[in-house]
């Protein structure tokens, strides 16, 4: 067992070594009969005979074939002499390279204007959508409008239909469902329209001019109507005003304001003080209602936002301004400004009780408690206003805080 694995390996080598030498033999050499100048190939010629003439044929051809019997009855076809034994060009041959087609096959050979299938399968040719409407324009029946010189200064229609209408009853509106009018008869239509048009005129000239009355607009059935000045004050007013008072709202009723339609308070107050003492200086003219949210932002949310920043409460209020009969931001074609009718106030400074002014314009980087209290009153004064705008909102609110109660139909707050 031990000299088998040995035996092996000279085995393996003694068979390989006599693989080599039968290939080295004369087995493989080419004959004598191929030349050193001829190609050698492995596919042999076929001769055509030997091909069924249904797979030779590619297309028909026109030329009957003829045939002739044998003595037991049975019908050969005639082959001709060129067909037999005539071998097809090899592949990598010249005849085959050239394009060269042999003369037996002519049958197979393409003409030059292409197969037409529609006449080999007895197909009518189908004409398309886009060829029948050409020929449609090119004599003059197509159906639909057709333009031509698009992009041009000649714009024009194509194809347009006939006319089969004459001018008379073209001008008459002659129906073409309607035998066509007679001469008489279009020249007593055309004399009984003549003496309607003057019929007509004469009616123009004898009316005199009719007078017109502006109306006035209506207004919205919907909207609540407008309420009429008295000169006694609703119970809103007065309900509004003791509010005020529990508030602890220094305070006094004036006259009317009325500059036009546009600008007004009916029953406006001047403010000159809050509760804790805090003077408004210089007092300002406001409507109740916008009195009353500024008195409540001051009393539950500056105050304490002050003494917790500064220990300090607040003693005075500079506002800028109240009424003012003027458009937004003071720009001609803009909409009337809610100061025109007292429903806003503006805020430039605030004055703490430690004698500390706070300027409400932009601050600087190191202005921490300052920074911190305005952005308290940007934030805190949105619960009570509709609308609040300061510093970094436009360059018009630069200087000062704009608070007003002004009403948008989705019921949105503009707190910026």
Known sequence: MVYVPSLHRPLTAFVLSISLVACTTDVLTPSARIEGGERVGSIRPVPVDAVPEQEVAAYPSGEPVSTFSTGGGTAMPAVTHQQTRRALPMIDSEEALSGAQPANIGSTAIPSEGVNMDAMLGVQPVVGLAEEQNNEIAEGNASQPVVGGIGEDNVRQLGSPPQTLNEAQAS?????????????????EEAERRRAFERQKAMQRAQKPQEVAMLPRARNPLSEPEQQFTGQMPRSEIACRQRLRKLGVEFRDIPRISNGPSCGIDYPIE????????????AVKLNCEVTEAFAKWVKYELAPSSRYRYWSGVKTIKPLGGYSCRTMNSRRGNPMSEHAHGNAIDVGKFVLKNGKEIDVRKKGFFAFREKGLLKAVRTDSCKYFNTVLGPGSDPYHKDHFHFD????????????
Do not use: F, M
């Not at 002659?174 to 279009?186: C, H, N």
């Not at 403010?271 to 210089?282: F, M, R």
């Not at 009403?407 to 910026?416: A, L």
């Open 172 to 188: 008459l509106g002659g129906d073409p469902d309607l035998p066509p009018l007679t001469a008489e008869q279009i020249s007593t």
């Open 271 to 282: 403010l000159a003080g809050l509760s804790g003492g805090i003077d408004v200086k210089p």
């Open 405 to 416: 109660l002004r009403t948008r139909k989705t019921g949105y707050r503009h707190c910026d």
